[in-house]
């Protein structure tokens, strides 16, 4: 028995146009064609209630 109030894997969006539905438990992780910045959400869904948490990180090749 599943209830309609179960908890799901948080629902990523990577800020970079990715199209595909992304649920993936932490630590969840994404690969970037371009550097940049970008601004990540992580969205809960518990029942009717959704969280969203949103971070900025900036990608990149720094020199050694």
Do not use: R
Not at 40 to 50: C, K, R, V
């Amino acid at each position: 028995f599943i209830s309609s109030n179960a908890l799901q894997p948080p629902y990523w969006t990577w800020g970079d146009g990715t199209k595909k539905l992304d649920y993936q438990w932490f630590e969840a992780t994404h690969i970037y064609s371009k550097d940049g910045k970008y601004s990540i959400s992580a969205t809960g869904i518990f029942g009717i209630m959704n969280i969203t948490k949103t971070v900025n990180v900036t990608v990149g090749c720094f020199p050694n």
